[in-house]
């Protein structure tokens, strides 16, 4: 059983940076694609931006520009680089990933809040 375990949330300031990592209990290169999700208190759970195995990327238009997703198969692991976070970012943000007829795999969340 694949287990997904986000890091690197935490409080940032206004136009400030993080970097989410997905750290995949086994291989993520059987993933057909790996996704960032998140959630904002009171709303609906969101795509922010996804990956396919082959490279190619997506992303909502409220990030375009200032997030980048990637991923490292050697490292079993996926990335969300976030720069000039606002506060409208402010929210829990999931891993995901999927694979062929197997469904969804989700990890467990990771808060991330921006202040004013």
């Known amino acids: 059983q694949v287990q997904l375990v986000e890091s690197g949330g935490g409080l940032v300031q206004a136009g400030g940076s993080l970097r989410l990592s997905c750290a995949a209990s086994?291989?993520?290169?059987?993933?057909?694609?790996m996704a960032w999700y998140r959630q904002a208190p009171g709303k609906q759970r969101e795509l922010v931006a996804d990956i396919t195995s082959g490279g190619s990327t997506n992303y909502a238009d409220s990030v375009k520009g200032r997030f980048t997703i990637s991923r490292d198969n050697a490292k079993n692991t996926a990335y969300l680089q976030m720069n000039s976070l606002q506060p409208e970012d402010t929210a829990v943000y999931y891993c995901?990933?999927?694979?062929?007829?197997?469904?969804?795999?989700w990890g467990q969340g990771t808060q991330v809040t921006v202040s004013s």
């Open positions: 995901k990933g999927f694979r062929a007829f197997l469904g969804d795999y």
């Open positions: 086994g291989s993520i290169f059987s993933f057909n694609s």
